[in-house]
């Protein structure tokens, strides 16, 4: 029981961390390449939700495999490659308006 109250902590708290790491990195990488304050200028919100969901899959994956003692390579890779997948998507789909 308390094993699985530590599995679920500890994939809130990834799940959470991998949507504010992504709003942060959006932002970022938008005011870097340059999309700065157009009147179409897009904006977290704007972007289509199966793309936050796609970020909460992937966070919750990558919470999932640093779960156990050991760490569990495929599904963390997996993880961080739709992670950063949805995170060029959006970063080009800002760019693209």
Not at 6 to 18: D, E, K, N, Q, R
Not at 22 to 35: H, S
Not at 60 to 65: D, M
Not at 84 to 94: D, K, P, R, T
Request: net charge positive.
């Amino acid at each position: 029981m308390l094993e699985s109250l530590h599995l679920a902590g500890f994939v809130a708290a990834t799940i959470c961390g991998g949507v504010f790491l992504d709003w942060a990195l959006f932002g970022q990488l938008k005011m870097t390449l340059g999309a700065f304050g157009d009147r179409d200028e897009v904006r977290y919100r704007d972007l289509p939700y199966w793309r936050l969901s796609l970020i909460i899959i992937a966070s919750a994956t990558v919470g999932i495999s640093r779960a156990p003692r050991d760490l569990l390579i495929l599904p963390f890779w997996v993880g961080v490659v739709l992670f950063i997948a949805a995170n060029i998507y959006g970063v080009s789909l800002a760019l693209r308006r």
